[in-house]
């Protein structure tokens, strides 16, 4: 029995090369060349150092913020990217240093409050791109010959390269904002806008980059102080309409709190209201200020009505009553287009514009489109276009807006054939 039991355990225990068939092989550990790791490029080992001064005071640029940005910059989504690139800051002695440079050629930018930048020639130049040119290059040869005015500098390896700079003093411009009972108008947003070859939607860019740069690098502030003033410095030499935006929005999202966003908003609000200098609302007559660098432009005060605007509404439908639940609305001042606002039309067909000014107004609906919607929807869902049963012809009607807000305005619009469902081929076809 013993001996049964000392056979079973060899059996077992016999190794499986004792099995039929080539014995199986010991794997063994690789090499260290063996092994195969992903290719990195070498850390870049170049230095850039220098300088950096105010021109008026010939003292030390303390503070100021300096980026090294590549002149092969492709085109504007390049350039906003290489902003948050790194940046230093100005030592006490003026000096500065960027480290880990790859090889290249760079300008170097120093961003200072009251000084002016060369990133604002850059607003200027991209606001003067056509969105449709950047696949052409046009871009990056605008950029380029801006980022050249500045000089530039050449890394070719582990060596310290030298460039220094001298900033030059821009224009400011400040004063106080109130509303027209005398209180001051707190965190309303600012904006400085180029009277000279710049177009509405150009000057618009131009203020949005000037928004991004400021609020990265800088901590002057866009909006009026608890008391209502404001200043704005470092602006380069031209002519400039001033102007305070009242956004008319009655709620924002949690992140909405921070310089950059807050101000973004307001421009991109379209119930937004432009007050100039001169208390206008209207470019044509705003007051106009020419600058020159190191002017100091004060008691530039504008004053907001309270009692000046007023309430829009009304609804949208088909010609048999039905509720148009997709629409969007503009209203255009008759006699000076920049004066406009815009609104969209709810799922219920309702729209309302909050706080128009008096005047005589071109109301139009566009884009309109009646979604087979399930019951309770909530507003802020996308619907798929899929889902389109009927649209509208566009539809305009002049509208005058007097002393008190103006209800009921009805707008009924003519359907037309929908066009071709482009991913199926088909037609939608209206509810049975």
């Known amino acids: 029995m013993r001996c049964l039991s000392v056979l079973a355990f060899v059996l077992v225990a016999l190794p499986v090369a004792a099995q039929d068939g080539p014995p199986a092989q010991t794997p063994q550990p690789l090499s260290q060349q063996q092994r195969k790791y992903p290719q990195f490029p070498p850390p870049p080992k170049g230095n850039i150092t220098g300088t950096v001064l105010c021109a008026d005071t010939h003292h ?3 503070g100021a913020t300096v980026l090294a940005i590549p002149i092969n910059t492709a085109n504007v989504d390049d350039l906003r990217g290489e902003l948050g690139a790194q940046n230093v800051r100005v030592g006490m002695d003026g000096t500065y240093l960027i480290t880990k440079v790859y090889p290249g050629e760079y300008t170097i930018v120093a961003i200072l409050p009251g000084y002016l930048s060369p990133m604002d020639a850059i607003s200027i130049a991209i606001s003067d791109i056509d969105t449709n040119a950047k696949s052409t290059g046009a871009s990056a040869a ?3 010959e801006v980022l050249l005015r500045n000089g530039s500098v050449t890394v070719h390896g582990e060596e310290t ?17 109130l509303y027209s009972d005398g209180s001051p108008a707190t965190q309303v947003s600012i904006a400085i806008e180029n009277t000279v070859g710049q177009s509405q939607k150009a000057s618009l860019d131009q203020q949005i980059d000037a928004v991004i740069v400021r609020g990265m690098f800088s901590t002057q502030s866009l909006f009026t102080d608890d008391r209502g003033r404001y200043r704005i410095a470092g602006i380069q030499p031209g002519t400039y309409r001033i102007a305070t935006i009242a956004s008319q929005k009655s709620s924002f999202k949690e992140d909405d709190n921070s310089t950059m966003t807050g101000a973004m908003s307001g421009m991109f609000d379209p119930s937004a209201i432009h007050i100039y200098a001169g208390d206008t609302m209207h470019k044509k007559t705003a007051k106009t200020f020419e600058l020159r660098p190191g002017d100091e ?15 829009v509404s009304g609804f949208v439908a ?4 039905r509720p148009i639940n997709s629409a969007g609305l503009t209203l255009v001042d008759d006699t000076d287009d920049s004066v406009s606002f815009s609104a969209i039309a709810g799922r219920d067909g309702t729209f309302q514009f909050p706080a128009i000014p008096a005047g005589t107004y071109m109301l139009t609906a566009k884009r309109a489109k ?3 919607l399930p019951p309770n929807m909530p507003d802020d869902v996308v619907i798929p276009d899929s889902e389109i049963s009927n649209v509208f012809a566009d539809y305009s009607i002049t509208i005058i807006v007097k002393n008190s807000d103006l209800t009921g305005v009805n707008l009924t619009l003519t359907e037309v054939p929908p066009p071709s469902d482009a991913k199926s081929g088909r037609t939608p076809q209206p509810p049975q």
Not at 298 to 306: E, N
Request: glycine share 8%; proline share 4%; charged share 20%.
């Open 370 to 372: 009646m979604f087979n």
């Open 161 to 177: 390269e030298t460039f220094d700079l001298s900033l030059q003093r821009g224009a400011a411009i400040s004063g106080s904002v």
């Open 297 to 311: 432009l004060s008691g530039i005060d504008i004053t907001i009505p309270i009692d000046a605007f007023h309430r």
């Open 60 to 62: 030390p640029a303390r």
């Open 142 to 144: 605008a950029i380029r």
């Open 318 to 321: 088909a010609k048999d009553g």
